[in-house]
């Protein structure tokens, strides 16, 4: 079985914390985990307040429906306006090596 990360980097909305965008994805995460081939997500901080949000699947092609219907599906989740989409870099990558 075959395992993809999507990896998103961004910056929020000035005046916003990391805080309020955990908070602004409680439908986003109930999404994920409806989703065929969804295994994991983490949300990290850098200390130039670069948020990384990894998700899990089980293939990219699993991950690319995902990210699609976050767009469409939850179009009218509240974290969109959480987010400077002048900063988004998103991608799905395949997983070529792991440690059990």
Known sequence: MSEALEMTTFRLVAGLTVTDFVRANEDIDDYL????GFRWRRITEADDGTITDIVAWDSAADGRRSASGIMTQMADSPVHATI????VDFRI??????IP
Do not use: A
């Open 33 to 36: 985990r409806r989703q065929h």
């Open 84 to 87: 400077d989409h002048s900063t």
């Open 93 to 98: 990558v395949p997983v070529r090596h792991r």
